[in-house]
């Protein structure tokens, strides 16, 4: 459907390394890496959505963390949490 | 018995115990038994020597003393009945006995003890005093004889303890859990507002487990989980009840699914901002040009996109600077010593004007349709339409109308598929979601851009008015209704090559009314009166086909309408025949015309006879003619910034003119690729950047660097 287009558009995107669908278990939906790699990404940043969504929470209790983007010196990761899954891209934005 | 006193009051004293006389005479034995009551009630003397009585004593002396109430009680009682039967007896008591004497009998009743205590010293002279005294005195001697005496030993006892018996019991060991828990305020808002969605997630678990067979599963998974427990955790010390705990998380547990997570609209949505998001990380140096702020620079970044970014940097600056200049100044500024130095002081040389490609809006859907047509959004100027379509007839297809965002330069936000090439399209004022298309087949359809339904809003295939040829022009106007006051109101006007100009009104159904059918007029030249008359007359239609339109800027009653055959003719709304002035001077058909939006007598029209003509509305012939190559002008467009800017999209290069600087050469020139044909454009009213149409789908934005003269908006062109 279009969800299965947009996915495949944004995996076949320049720059794009990999694209990640968790569920709320941890376990992988949807991956373009191996295994190993992807429940390694999947438990720590898991672990670093709930820490930030707590500190959001905690701060304003009505608000809620919707994007979380991280920019590293090689590449920048972005999630969109939410209560059932984890959607994580993570891209070099260097052309 | 009865007593009487002086005064003859009854002063009988009444007996302490009055028995029913109707009663049974209670036994001795009963009275035994309910002495101490009988004690209380009668008179009881409790006998009592010395204090340590006993209480058989007590009974002994109760017993000795209840034979005298027995008695007593006999009398009582033979006295109640003798009294119940005085009573009787006195009924029968005549005036006769009143007169008897009778005898009175006054005794003493018996004593009755009502205390007695009896002393505990005795009168020496009594006879029990030597024996109470004899009994004394073995006391005293006893006394003592205590202390010494064998006859008293003092002896301790010990009690005997009991053999004691250990008894051994086992029971399981109590398990001792510590818990402790962080609250933080988000938990103690959840659970406050738990309440509130408690009872809706209840009704949906309850839901979800009635329709779906729940898979079980075990609780070693949920451990397993590195903070979805603590997660869980939380929800479930926030949930009172365990009831609806395990309901929401057996509700939890049917989306566990994959396919209802990627099903969610939520994700959906998600997936969206992600792409844009990557979008803007993919574009950012050219997001950033286009809306001319400064570019910065990645630190990590790789030199060359450094130097490139760089450049356009200093770009951006020369630009900025050049800008300022020419605010102060009205005409050329081109070469001015000022500025020059100001130049000089970034780059050696003058860098000559040019156009700089950011990025172009293509898909793989739009890969092979030739743009012919493209439109801002009114309300929001990163909205693009882009209609894709040949001019072609041999190489019609069906058609697209797309609507682009700036935010995703790399898939349409919206896709309309056509049955027909697309050959113009336009935004809506008014109700800003309404795009209007025309296709090649010359329907007209209205699509509703909010909605991602493929489907027209409204469509003109039913109408009979409609047009027989392709619409090659259309676009919302607002019109002063002179009638009706000052209200503007919004029409729809067409023109196609069916030679009518249409105006077209938006309601149930699409219908048309006809504006100006044109006719075709025959050239001024000399013709000899038999021949040429009769050619005129065999002509196909009466009508010549209509290309483009453009309404007046100021006066929206005027229009100027270009045709097939080269002529322009000033046309009026009111007039439906008539036309206003023809302007001739083009060979070719008129693609496109346009009034200058600054210097509202010009206008300016591009043709296929590869030339561009300046027009004074009031002179018939031309004023200015450009023609620079031999490739036909497909389309034109004046800049929004400058009266002196126009951009032409010649077959195969753009061009940019700017009037002040020269009348001969274009300023800019763009070359296109060999394979590809520009075949409009459009300039940006946000930005200094063009967007240019080529035939292979593809929309390219351009930024115009250096162009002088941006931002000059009077002009007087006198000739």
Known sequence: AEVEETLKRIQAHKGVIATMVINAEGIPVRTTLDNSTTVQYAGLLHQLTVKARSTVRDIDPQNDLTFLRIRSKKHEIMIAPDKEYLLIVIQNPCE | LQVFDDEGKDVTPHPLFHSDPK?????????????????????????????????????????????????????????????????????????????RSVDIYLTE????????????????????????????????????NRPGNDRFVEKMMQTINGAAKNKEVQCDQIIMEDKGTTVTSWDLYNSFNVLKIKPTSKAEGSGATAGRSSKPHTTKEHDQ??????????????????????????????????????????FQQDLFFMERILMENIFQPKLAAYRQFPVLIDPDVTSDTSRTVAAVKEAKEKEHGKEKKDKEEQKEAFIDPSILSDVNKILEEIVPPSLERLWSYACDLTNGHSVSSMAWSKVNPDLLAVGYGAFDFKEQKKGLACCWSLKNPMWPERIFQCEHGVTALDFSMASPSLLAVGMYNGSVAIYNVRSCNDAALLDSSESSNKHTGPVWQLRWVEQDRSATGDS???????????????????????????????????????????????KSEALISQQAAGMCFDFHPKDTNFYLAGTEEGHIHKCSCSSREQFLKTYRGHKGPVYKVAWNPFSTDMFLSCSADWSIILWHQDSQTPLLTFSSTTAVVHDIMWSPKSAFVFAAAKESRVEIWDLSVSILDPVISYFASPREKFTSVLFATNTDCLLVGDSNGEVGVFELQNLAALNSNKVQLTR
């Not at chain 2, 024996?131 to 073995?138: F, H, K, L, P």
């Not at chain 2, 090559?497 to 050239?523: P, Q």
Request: proline letters at 2%; hydrophobic letters at 30%.
């Open chain 2, 23 to 99: 009663a049974v005479v209670p036994r001795q034995g009963k009275l035994l038994a309910s002495s101490a009551h009988f004690g209380g009630t009668g008179s009881g003397t409790y006998g009592s020597s010395s204090t340590s009585i006993s209480n058989t004593s007590t009974t002994e002396s109760i017993l000795d003393e209840t034979v005298e109430p027995g008695s007593r009680r006999d009398t009582t009682v033979s006295l109640s009945d003798v009294q119940g039967r005085q009573e009787e007896i006195e009924e029968l008591l005549t005036k006769d006995d009143l007169d």
């Open chain 2, 109 to 144: 009743t018996e004593t009755i003890w009502i205390l007695d205590m009896p002393s505990v010293a005795v009168s020496v002279e009594s006879e029990d005093a030597g024996r109470i005294q004899e009994r004394n005195r073995i006391y005293a001697d006893i006394c003592k």
């Open chain 2, 225 to 266: 989980t590195m903070s979805v427990s603590s997660d869980r955790g939380s929800t479930s010390s926030s949930t009172m009840i365990s009831g609806s705990s395990v309901l929401a998380r057996n509700h939890e547990e049917e989306e566990y699914h994959s396919e209802v997570i990627l099903t969610s609209e939520k």
């Open chain 2, 488 to 534: 503007k109101t919004e029409r729809l006007i067409c023109i196609s090559a069916d030679g009518r100009i249409t105006e077209w009104l938006v309601h149930k159904r699409l219908d048309c009314t006809d504006l100006m059918k044109i006719k075709r007029t025959e050239s001024k030249k000399k013709k000899l009166p038999d021949e040429k008359e009769r």
